[in-house]
């Protein structure tokens, strides 16, 4: 299926309020510099180029001092809604701000600000296994090492990996039922950390994606240089 069949339909929302305090940088890890553009600007390209989506959403922070200096935010693809204090809160905010543009049947992309890495094949795989699917799924990798579940650094147990996988972004849902899910979270004081998580408390269950290892995500400084790398060999 082409690209532009998608369009009518897709949209994406980029949380992008986070400080990221373990890259110990003098600004946030999406605006650090990731060759000619900022993080976050690698990413919104990333997706933008995939022609999926009609509009992508980014969530910032209210007092973000370095947003409107991108020249990318001049964009008529873009829409800036305000980010929030937790990841769920500022992809609330974006979806609040397609409510008077998508149906609640659109699919809602999600994908994390800092994941500059993600290829077009993916995005497409992620999309087309979801297409008939009636809750939606994610990327994620399954997990090859040997896990430990543990308690004051001693273990506990060890768990069996072949039923354990890592999240990726992107995360697609109809845009309705996501928007219910986060707010249900929210009222019941679910812990969310990922969009799926809010899913799963309403008793669906996402479908795994399997995605590409070099979809990674910038959190700690060696993040940068793999994130190049991985962008030079793409």
């Not at 309020?17 to 946030?28: T, Y």
Request: hydrophobic residues 45%.
């Amino acid at each position: 299926m082409e690209a532009k069949d998608f369009v009518k339909n897709c949209w994406a929302v980029v949380p992008a309020a986070g400080v990221g305090r373990r890259m110990l940088a003098d600004r946030p890890k999406q605006y650090l510099q990731l060759f000619e553009q900022t993080v976050l600007e690698q990413t919104l390209l990333r997706l933008r180029g995939s022609g999926i989506f009609q509009k992508i959403v980014v969530s910032v922070s209210a007092d973000d001092g370095y947003w409107s200096s991108l020249p990318i935010t001049k964009k008529q693809w873009l829409i800036r809604a305000n980010g929030g204090e937790q990841r769920a809160d500022s992809v609330l905010s974006g979806l609040n701000v397609l409510d008077d543009l998508a149906d609640p049947e659109d699919w809602v992309f999600v994908h994390d600000a800092a994941r500059p890495c993600l290829t077009h094949s993916d995005l497409f795989k992620l999309r087309t296994c979801i297409e008939n699917d009636s809750v939606g799924g994610i990327l994620a990798l399954p997990v090859h090492d040997t896990l430990k579940r543990s308690a004051q650094d001693k273990i506990l147990e060890t768990l069996d990996r072949r039923t354990v996988w890592r999240a990726l972004t992107p995360q697609a849902f109809r845009l309705g039922v996501l928007k219910q899910a986060l707010l249900d979270a929210s009222t019941k004081g679910v812990l969310v950390t990922d969009e799926a998580s809010a899913i799963e408390a309403m008793g669906l269950q996402p479908m795994l994606v399997e995605g590409r290892a070099d979809n990674i995500k910038i959190t700690r400084p060696e993040d940068l240089a793999l994130a190049r790398f991985y962008l030079e060999q793409q």
